[in-house]
């Protein structure tokens, strides 16, 4: 991935992707500052408009949505977790990552706050399709969390875009794409 096109895109992304360079340099200290840059308070996030949003935009994007703009403000990290082809199942590789992440949130300065996951994929196949499969990839990035790393389920959010967002949108259909977002929601009520 491209560092470069991130920073430009997002606030305070950071990647995280297994056996990129980066990666191995990342400590879950850096994972645990990204997420907790929180500066006033996290605008009001509608979840159940922007999936509304998401199901009505398949194919033409959402990136510019108002409402989407908002989550671009927030703390977040962008993360590589490899799913098999066409598949929920995580790889066994990823599952370092996703356990990174988790004690990540399990750590004091992390552990108030309510998180949301954003499947992304590439273009490749129907972007109805798609839209259903980041669905389900961000449902089973929460429950790896909550059931194998113990992440507390009322602190975990799913949404998928589909192709929506690309991270990088010159080519939608690379695997660059194929990615799953975190975003600081603020603190748990």
Do not use: C
Request: proline share 5%; aromatic share 6%.
């Amino acid at each position: 991935m491209k560092s470069f096109r991130l920073a430009t895109m997002f606030t305070a992304g950071l990647l995280l992707a297994p056996g990129h360079p980066f990666a191995q340099e990342l400590s879950g200290q850096q994972v645990v500052r990204t997420l907790d840059r929180l500066q006033g308070g996290a605008p009001g996030i509608d979840l159940a408009l922007l999936m509304e949003e998401a199901a009505a935009s398949a194919g033409k994007g959402v990136a510019a949505l108002p409402d989407w703009q908002k989550l671009s403000k927030l703390s977040q990290l962008m993360v590589e977790i490899d799913f098999e082809n066409d598949s929920i199942a995580i790889e066994p590789k990823s599952y370092r990552t996703v356990g990174m992440i988790a004690d990540a949130l399990h750590h004091p300065n992390l552990r108030r706050y309510k998180f949301l996951v954003v499947g992304h994929t590439s273009s490749t196949g129907d972007a109805k399709h798609n839209l259903d499969l980041s669905q389900k990839r961000a449902n089973a990035i929460t429950e790896a969390l909550s059931t194998t790393f113990a992440i507390a389920p009322d602190r975990l959010f799913a949404i998928g875009v589909g192709e929506e967002w690309p991270v990088d949108p010159s080519n939608p259909q690379a695997a660059d794409n194929r990615r799953v977002q975190l975003v600081n929601l603020g603190l748990v009520k």
